[in-house]
């Protein structure tokens, strides 16, 4: 990918590398268990972001 990006392309970029971070654990024991991933979750190889 080029170093030189647009900058709506930038800010689509960094929204989707925060979104992208795990359920914290604390979430994960007060729930039980019954939450254990996100499902806003995304593999870079699997699915691509909207150009």
């Not at 647009?6 to 960094?14: E, F, Q, S, T, V």
């Not at 996100?38 to 593999?43: E, F, G, I, L, S």
Request: charge should be positive; aromatic fraction near 4%; proline fraction near 8%.
């Amino acid at each position: 990918m080029a170093r030189n990006k647009p900058l709506g392309k930038k800010l689509r970029m960094a929204k989707a590398m925060k979104s992208n971070s795990s359920v914290p654990t604390w979430v994960v024991v007060k729930t039980g268990g019954r939450i254990r991933r996100t499902p806003a979750q995304r593999n870079w190889r699997q699915s691509k972001l909207k150009p």
